[in-house]
């Protein structure tokens, strides 16, 4: 059983892979241009007054929660703390045991997938890590409304153009988004504005969902002998980066490399494509598109170069804890033999992530649990 490569996959993604590698492109007649080396997209992604952000992520328009200076109204996030990454791991490792178990015992017969399995441990640990006061109950609740809000959230993100203010997707991601305002107004010790809150929960719930099952359909598909779990974990990170292109607007006329971009363009940041320049990569260029966490035991080149956690003011505030989470998930996907138990697809609706994602454990062994 097998995985679609990315570079197959077609679409918004096809036409990124199969640009030319020439500093920036336009990939239209008017744009969007994408950046294809690491320092303009560093360039793009630094210099904030230039390059904005496109919008708030429901599409609505409504930034009224948001404190910021700039045109689009962002704010940067104090980045996630080591006690809180300390606490995260913890419920994460809890709560993937209880998933585990759940399954086993209500679905024996079934393979594991790996989209669903991982919804609640995320969840709750992201949750945990960001409102250390609240008692169980309270995080499982708000774990679960953040959960309803990224499902509802799906259709309008994926939506060709944004939905209509009364449309029912529109409806339905609204009264979800007000149910976990309204569960984080009530919460206690909250010193920053819900809407804030449940846009950090979201996009470390969400993005973190999707990395953890890229990494478990990269150990399903392959021999994962004497792997290290970190270096899975930055392999997983190159090839299949959830966040796998960001896009900022230009507030003036910009120089990206000599090239001129006039005010109000979009340009394109592709940590994924970003992931397959060969001088960023250790080992043969022609072994670039290839899953081996092996590589980076050569440690000449710096995981993370291609930028898969961002970089600048608004680079992501979780990415300690979102490695460690994945860490954790590697080092129990590595005690096990994981096989495939249908082929993995590329959706690209929102970010990327491996649909379905199915697996079994299929030697022997007892799982470490
Ligand atoms: C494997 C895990 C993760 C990956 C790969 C990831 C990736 C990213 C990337 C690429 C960005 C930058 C997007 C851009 O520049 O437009 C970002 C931003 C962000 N991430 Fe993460 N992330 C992860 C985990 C987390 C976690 C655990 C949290 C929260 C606890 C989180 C919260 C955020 C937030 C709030 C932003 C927006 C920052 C801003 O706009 O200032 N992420 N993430």
Known sequence: MQMDSVESAGGRLGAVLSSPRSGVVALGPHGPWLTTTPGLARQVLTDVSGFDFPGDVTRSGDLSGSRGDTRSGHVTFQPVQPDQVWRGVAVFTTEWEAALSTHDRSSPHEPYDAMVLLRRPVARSTTSAVLPSLDLEQRDLVADLVLDWIDALAPVIAARRPPRRWSRIRRTERDARVALYAALAATPDLDVPPQLTATLLAAGIQVPIAAGSWLLAWLASQPTAELDPVHVVWETLRLTPPTWITARITT????????????????LVSPLLLGRQPDLVPGDPAGVPGFDPGRWQDDTQRPGAWLPFGAGPHACPGR?????????????????????????????????????????ISDGREPAR
């Not at 003036?252 to 340009?267: I, K, S, Y």
């Not at 096990?336 to 649909?355: C, F, K, M, N, Y």
Request: glycine share 10%; with cysteine; charged share 25%.
């Open 252 to 267: 003036r006329e910009m120089d990206l490399g000599g090239q001129r971009v006039p005010a109000g363009d979009v340009v």
């Open 320 to 360: 300690h804890l979102g490695m460690a989470v994945l860490t954790r998930l590697a080092e129990w996907g590595l005690s096990l033999d994981l096989s495939l138990s249908e082929r993995v697809t590329v959706d690209q609706s929102r970010g990327i992530a491996p649909l379905p994602c199915r697996f079994t």
